[in-house]
């Protein structure tokens, strides 16, 4: 049964523009984080805004509370421009739950259905108006926009994932170009654009393809302290991948990245086979099967998602505990998007990936390959090489990935290694791979040369390059057929190396790459030749520095480390803390019947309530709807629509 008047609506401030009182009635949260209040401040002072934070730090209230403020104030409705179908309907979905009138246009409605929410918005009962970017350039939607700017009844333009934008970012959509059209033709309207991902280029590609120039900059620090990053040698990726699920993320929700289809269809069922719930998401799949998998990821609690890149974006999904690359990213952006879609709900999570020489073999080809011009292939290699060195680093990867953001990280200085070795300052972050377990480190400057100089010397005798494998058994002094056959024993850089193992030799060769000392040269097979830099290395003068390995050394699991080893985890979350018997029972019940609820209304769980908020209502055990509004995430709307359900619940546990 529910009761409409639980709460006495004549006590709130029912249609305040405030935006705190906004925050607070609607969406039942007490205070702004970070930068949120100065953003809506400027926004309803009429500025434009750039809002650079990353996933999870807050943008969508950074426009949906203006957009609820102005229509208080009889300024009509905002549009949102959202690239991902399905990101707009649980948007929409959420504010529908919050009690505010949104709605979206796109390509799955009926016509009857888009005539019915054109009509609401010609007569202002829209708050907020999500569309696809390519729908702003369509002269008819564009009719009715004039129609609304008219009557002043456009209150806002907020463009969401901005970075789509831009060539540089690693999503860009065409149709993010036409948006430029807004600011020409509604000059007075205030825009905004929001991203979680911005390298001082795309940034200010953003600002100049969508004419922001006279925006206000509000850039949060790119921080993501509940994210541990961990970064592992590749060898059996499949089982390195299956023992990290099974030792440290078993029954939890998480992302798995490979770059091809085929490799997402074996990943997805070799979990399977090991007994871990996972399923496949590509775009060579039916559009109806991706949406399943999608629902089902969303809806579900511990499904483990095997994907390519086009998966993802926009996924709103709270409690991913992990996102695993089994392939390389192209660049610091992508990587760092998709780690990104870990731990939105600021509660223990995992980045982690495995990476080998055939990886940088790989995206070096494929960027020499592709079709681009030569000016733009030469942006991506430097972004590669960025993406490398972090992968390659023995020092701390957060400051590493902050600081290709262009951000300074003062983390603690580590003051016990500092004093156990008489070091240089060490920056530690506590919760990256080499932070927690500091690498040893080799000097492979002298394996470098002789690697190189058996390159060189090769290509001298016999005007050829060769691939890795035959290179390393040269270096090594191993008899092969193929050595017999170009009679490479008789080379007096034969066994130069005798002394390294191979996987040190494939170390040194990822580095040499990197630093482009060695090139990749395509053919059948990518073969490597001597590259630009090769020189300097041979001369000695840049150090190879290689960690020792890093795959063999026994991992910490992340349970342990988020008590022990002063990781930034906000404690005062309710799932940290230690719930009784009965409230875990009572947890128990609520999830099943926010389960139901969500799938009644079609809407992923943390839709209708977060985990945080129903395990602080196991918790608190209120008993009077005041009570119950007193805890955050529960808006009046919720209060009203579920107050009496919530209240029945932790009564039977009484
Ligand atoms: P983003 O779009 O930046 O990834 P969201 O807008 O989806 O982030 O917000 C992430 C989460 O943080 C949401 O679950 C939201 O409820 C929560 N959140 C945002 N702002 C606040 C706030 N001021 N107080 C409490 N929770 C907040
Ligand atoms: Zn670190």
């Not at 949260?29 to 809506?40: L, M, S, T």
């Not at 016990?416 to 920056?427: C, F, G, I, K, Y």
């Not at 002298?446 to 390393?472: N, P, T, W």
Request: charged share 20%; net charge neutral; hydrophobic share 40%.
């Amino acid at each position: 049964m529910r009761s409409t008047s639980l709460l006495s609506t004549s006590t709130l401030p029912s249609l305040s523009p405030d935006p705190l009182d906004i925050l607070q009635q609607v969406f039942g949260y007490q205070d702004f984080r970070g930068p949120q209040r100065a953003i809506i401040h400027h926004v309803l002072g009429g500025g434009d805004a750039m809002v650079l934070m990353p996933t999870g730090g807050g943008k969508s209230w950074c426009y949906q509370i203006p957009a609820i403020a102005r229509h208080r104030a009889g300024q009509g409705t905002t549009l949102v421009v959202s690239p991902l179908i399905a990101l707009m309907h649980d948007q929409v979905g959420a504010l529908h739950e919050a009690g505010v009138e949104a709605a979206f246009l796109n390509s799955t409605l009926s016509s009857e259905a888009s005539q019915d929410i054109e009509r609401r918005l010609l007569q202002g009962e829209l708050v907020l108006l999500y569309a696809a970017p390519e729908r702003v350039s369509n002269p008819r939607f564009l009719a009715l926009l004039d129609s609304l700017a008219q009557r002043g009844l456009l209150s806002l333009f907020a463009i969401d994932e901005a970075h789509c934008v831009s060539q540089w970012g690693h999503d860009f959509r065409p149709e993010y170009r036409m948006l430029s059209v807004l600011q020409e033709r509604f000059p007075g309207v205030p825009r905004m654009a929001l991203t979680a991902t911005a390298d001082a280029l795309t940034r200010a590609d953003i600002v100049e393809r969508l004419h922001l120039q006279q925006a206000h900059p509000f850039i949060s620090s790119f921080d993501r302290p509940n994210i541990r990053y961990a970064i592992v040698d590749k060898q059996d990726p499949l089982k390195q991948l299956i023992r990290f699920i099974e030792q440290e993320h078993a029954g939890e929700a998480g992302i798995v990245y490979c770059q091809s289809r085929k490799r997402v269809e074996e990943v997805a069922s070799a979990l399977c086979q090991a007994g871990i719930d996972a399923l496949p998401y590509h775009a060579g799949l039916d559009t109806a099967v991706r949406q399943r998998h999608q629902n089902r990821f969303l809806r579900e609690d511990a499904l483990v998602m095997v994907a390519t890149i086009a998966f993802g974006m926009g996924i709103d999904k709270p409690d991913v505990r992990f996102v695993a690359h089994l392939d390389l990213p192209k660049n610091i952006e992508g990587y760092y998007q998709e780690t990104g879609r870990a731990g939105r709900d600021g509660l223990p999570a995992e980045a982690w990936m495995a990476y080998g020489l055939q990886d940088v073999v790989n995206q070096r080809r494929m960027i020499d390959e592709g079709p681009a011009p030569d000016a733009f292939k030469q942006v991506m290699r430097q972004k590669l090489e960025a993406l490398l060195s972090m992968a390659e680093s023995t020092d701390c990867r957060r400051l590493r990935l902050l600081s290709y953001f262009g951000e300074a990280y003062a983390p603690h200085a580590d003051q016990a290694a500092q004093a156990a070795s008489n070091d240089t300052l060490r920056l530690n972050c506590q919760s990256c791979d080499n932070c927690l377990d500091r690498p040893e480190v080799w000097d492979g400057t002298e394996a470098a040369r002789k690697l190189l100089s058996c390159v060189y010397r090769i290509q001298q005798q016999d005007g050829l390059s060769f691939g890795a494998g035959h290179l390393m058994d040269v270096v090594r002094g191993k008899v092969t057929d193929k050595v017999q056959q170009y009679q490479h024993q008789a080379l007096s850089t034969f066994g130069l190396a005798a002394d390294c193992s191979e996987a040190q030799l494939r170390g040194v060769m990822r580095q040499l790459i990197s630093l482009e000392a060695l090139s990749v040269q395509s053919g059948d097979f990518p073969t490597l030749g001597l590259g630009p830099q090769s020189r300097l290395v041979l001369r000695g003068e840049v150090p190879i520095r290689l960690r020792v390995g890093a795959s063999e050394r026994p991992r910490k699991p992340l349970r342990s480390l988020a008590r022990t080893s002063g990781m930034p985890v906000d404690k005062s979350r309710p799932e940290l803390a230690l719930l009784s018997e009965q409230a875990l029972s009572l947890l128990a019940s609520l999830k099943q019947w926010r389960a139901e609820v969500a799938s009644a209304h079609n809407l992923p769980p943390y839709v209708i309530f977060h985990d945080a908020t129903l395990a602080a209502i196991a918790q608190a055990a209120p008993k009077t709807p005041e009570a119950l509004h007193a805890i955050s995430g529960i808006g009046a709307k919720k209060i009203e629509a579920y107050g009496g359900e919530v209240l029945r619940i932790v009564g039977l546990f009484q």
